[in-house]
């Protein structure tokens, strides 16, 4: 397949949505980075790999890192974890708080905020260095050791972290999180301020691709854990867009307010895909559209 030949044409085809939506601006830090960039890379299990435009401009990744933050969990807590954490959709924003009170502080998924701020508050009672062991498995699933947080971000989300410390207050108000509240916080808001490109999100991913055995910085998972991540990726990794995205590209994946979208197409290839400007529902315009018009050209999608 010349995947190459695909995302140039793709690119041209999407053109006409480059000024719709903004970036996220709820995080000052973020409102300052420039809408009009795009970036794409696809790399498929066996080493070829296909970048595209600014495939090696890093951005923020935001809540693709919860998918990260799951591999870890699961790897340590197997299925105990779904005892603090449901795996259900849960058809509202990634910020609400309305479900989380009716069902009295168990987060729906781990790809809501609350769900990813119980995530945060696991690996902070199971790991002795919990930021220096994040960074070391992210960067061992990437290859790269110069991935980092950006403290900036992280500083300015907190600043303006009025809801996510809501929700981290009625968690800890259910008993849901162990850890101090400010910690629990400021380690999730680390946690989403990784920067990464394209390609190095693409190469992280192939790794939920089951195509190989999963072993990162001492971190396991089996290929039925592998299995149920990309289950709940489908299922709720683009908050309540999740059932559109599945619609209209037909991969599990998942979206960040950075602009970052991942999908993978199991036991073939991870594609990540980067432009800031959102939509209403905080993903990425041209990156659904650039997906959707990639399952289609190649007719190669779960379904
Ligand atoms: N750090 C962001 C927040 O908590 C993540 C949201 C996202 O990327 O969807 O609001």
Redesign the pocket.
Known sequence: MDYQKILEDIYKEIIPFAKTGKQADYIPALAKVNPDQFGMCLETVSGEVFPFMQADTRFSI??ITKVFALAMCLSLKGENLWKRVGKEPSGTA??SLVQLEVEKGIPRNPFI?AGAIVLADILLTELDDPENEYLAFVRSLCGNDSVGYNMEVAFS?REKGYL?AAIANMLKYHGTIDNDIEDVLMFY?KM?SVEMNCRELARAFLSFTNSRVFYHSGYRLSSSQIKRMNAVMQTCGFYDEAGEFSYLVGLPGKS???GGIVAIYPMRYAVAVWSPRLNSK?NSVMGIKALELLTTATQESIF
Do not use: R, T
């Open positions: 935001q809540s990634f910020n905020n989300e996510n808001f989403c960040g307010v950075g905080g």
